[in-house]
C-alpha cells in the first residue's frame, strides 16, 4: 500500500512553466509519477512535455481527474496557490516553496483541516513511495521499494539517511518531508497513525529537531497507540538559543525545543534514539 | 527579526496601546536634556536586543537629571552579554505603580494559530513563572484572522483582578491582536502591563519579533532593523542567500541544507570536536555561493580545520567543486579542507578535485574524525 502517494496518484504541478516547476515536472515524470498536468495562470493553454497547462486548478481537475498536487510557486504567491488547490477539494496538496510568510500558513492550514484535505510543508522536500510515486524534490535513485516508513522535518538529511537506510538493505515504504517551518500541514502525529495502519510499513524511523514540540507530542501518541517499533533522530543538539538554524521553525526558545527535551521524550516513551546516522542505519537494519 | 523596545512601544501607541512618555538618547547630554523636560522621576533603560538588562545594571530609577545623567554615563558604553548599548530611552515614571501583570501574543505552533498568554504575574520572566506556578497562567487561542473578541472578554478583567481594568485591558489585547497580524510578528510582548495609582493601564516594557519570511510585505518594519544588534558575517551571509551563524569552536563547517548542517555540527561533537559555525549553502548552490562561504568560513580566526559535507539532490556536487576551485584561486588557503561530497554528480566533482590538495573522505563519520584531527594539529 505506502501512505499518501502510490501508482493511483494523478498529480498536477501548480507552478509548471516555472524555474523549478519545470524542472521538477520532468524529474518526476522520469521517475513514472503519473503527472496529468499543470496550472500557471496567463499560461493556460499552453503545454508542457505534451502536458497540458491550465489557468486553474479547477480547470486541471475538471479535465484531468487528478488527485493531488504540487506547488513549486514564489513563495509571496505559494499560501494563495494552496488555498485554490484545497478549496477545490483536492485530498492531497504538498508544498514545497520556501519562505511563505507563517501568518499565511495558519489560514492555509486551518481550510485544508476543515476540508479534510492532508496538506504537506511548506518548505519541504516533498513524498515519495518508492517505485510508485515521487511528489516533490527529492533525489529519486537513493530510494527503494521496502517496508520501512520515514518522516523528516528536514530535506538533505532526509535523503541522507534514506541513502544509508538503502546502502543496508533496508527499502522505504513511503518517505516524508514534513517541512522546516514553524506551521507545517501534516506532522508526526498525523503521520505514524497512518503507517501504523499500513499494511506495507514494518517500522518508523522519525527525524527530528530543535523547535517546537511536536516531537514531545509524538512520543506520547507513540507509547499509546503506535505498536510498530519506531527508531528517532533528533539533530540540533550543538544550536545555540534563540538563533534560526536555516529552518524557519528550527529554534530554541525561553528554553523550549530543545534537543535534550526531545531525545528525553523519546528515551521515555521507549523508542531508541540514534546518536550519529549510521547508528541509526545500523540499528533499523540489524532489527 | 528583532526590534528594540523604544520600537515596539513606538508600534504600541500606533495601535492604541498605552505607554508612558519616553525620550531617545545616545549622549549623557541627551538622557539629562530629556529628564529636564520630564521633570521628576525618570527611568534610563539600555536599548540592545539581548535579555537580562535590568539584572546587568542596564535600567536605573532616578529622581532629577543630574542622577539622569549619572544613569546615563554609567548604562551608554557598557556592555551587556557581549553587546555594547549605544542608545538608551528615558521614560517619564511618575506614576505609582499598583500591579504588574504581564500580556503576550505569540504564534503558536502547537495550537497552529495566534495565542494570549496572560498572566497576573508581571515584570518577572514568564517562562519562570510558567514552570513554577503554571495555573498562573492563562491562555485562549485565535485561529483565524478575527480578534476573539469572547475570549478575551472573558480573561480580561482577570489580568489585574479589577473588573474596573476589564475593558482598557480589551482595548490594548485588541490592538495587540491587530499590530500582530498586520505587521507579521511572530511575538508581541508587554512586560509589565501595569496598573498605576492614577487609574490607567499601560505597557510599561515591549518586546516584538517579526516573521522573517513576510519581511517582503513590510518595508516599513524592515526600516527599523538595528544593524549593530547583528553579526555582520551573519548579515553578510543572508544577503548572499546562505544561512550562518556563529559558534565558538575551530572547525569549520559547510553543508547543503540546514538539517544535514544540524547533522554534521552534532556528529562533530559526538566524536569529540567543536564546530565554529552552522552554515547551510542552500539548495542548487552556485559557485559564488561557495566562493561567499569560504570568505566567511576563513575570516573566523579561531578555525583550523573546515569540513565540507555535500548531500547532491538539487544541488550538484559538480558546482560546489567548481565553487571550491575558484575559491581556492581568490582566496589564499592554508586551512587544511575535508571534503565529502555524495548523492548527484559526485564523481565528476571529486575527478575535478583531484589535484586541489583537499583531503577526501567516503563517508561523513570519516569526514568528521579527519576534520577534528587536523583541527588538533594532528594527521588526518
Redesign the interface.
Known sequence: MSILVDQDTRLIVQGITGRDGSFHARQMLNYGTKVVGGVTPGKGGQTFEGLPVFETVREAVKETSANATVIYVP??FAAAAAMEAIEEGLPLVVCITE??????M??V??AAKRKGCVLIGPNC?GVISPGKSKVG???GP?HKPGRAGVI?????????IV?ALTVRGVGQSTCIGVG????VGAGFLDLLPMFEQDDETDAVVL?G??????EE?AAVLIKERISKPVFAYI??????EG????????IVS???GT?ESKIKAFTEAGVPVA????DLADTVAKR | MKIHEYQAKELFREYGIPAPPQALAITPDEVQTAAERYGGTVAVKAQVHVGGRGKAGGIQVVKSPAEARAAGEKILGMEIKGITVKKVIVVESHAEILKEAYLGVI?D??E???SFICSPEGGVD??EVAERTPDKILKFTA???EFPEEKARAHAGRLFDDEATAEPVLEIMRGLFHLF?EK?C?LAEINPLVQNDRGEVMALDGKINF????L??QPDIEALRDPDEEDPDEIEAKEAGL?F?S?DGDIGCM?????????T??????YGGR?AN?L?VG?SSSPEKVVKAFELLTRNPNVRSILINI?????RCDDIANGILESRRRIDLDIPIVIRL???NADKGLEMLKDASLITAE???EAVQKAIALAKGEDA
Open positions: 513563495a509571496k519562505g511563505i510568510p507563517v501568518l499565511d495558519v489560514e492550514y486551518h522536500p524534490i527529492m533525489p537513493i523528516s522535518r528536514s530535506g538533505t538529511l532526509t535523503y541522507e541513502n522546516g517551518d514553524p506551521i527525524v529537531e530543535i523547535g517546537g514540540d511536536e507530542r539533530v540540533g543538539q550543538t544550536a545555540p538563533k534560526r538554524m536555516g529552518h524557519a521553525g528550527a525561553g528554553g523550549a534537543a546518536k550519529t546516522i549510521d | 504564534l505552533r502547537g497552529k494559530g495566534i514568564i517562562e485561529t483565524s484572522s497580524r507579521d511572530s516573521d522573517d519570511n513576510a517582503f510585505r544561512s551563524v559558534l553543508v547543503n541544507g540546514a538539517g544535514l548542517a544540524m547533522a555540527m552534532d556528529i562533530i561533537q559526538h564546530p552552522f547551510d539548495g548531500f547532491g539532490g538539487i544541488t555524495s548523492g548527484t563517508t561523513l563519520a
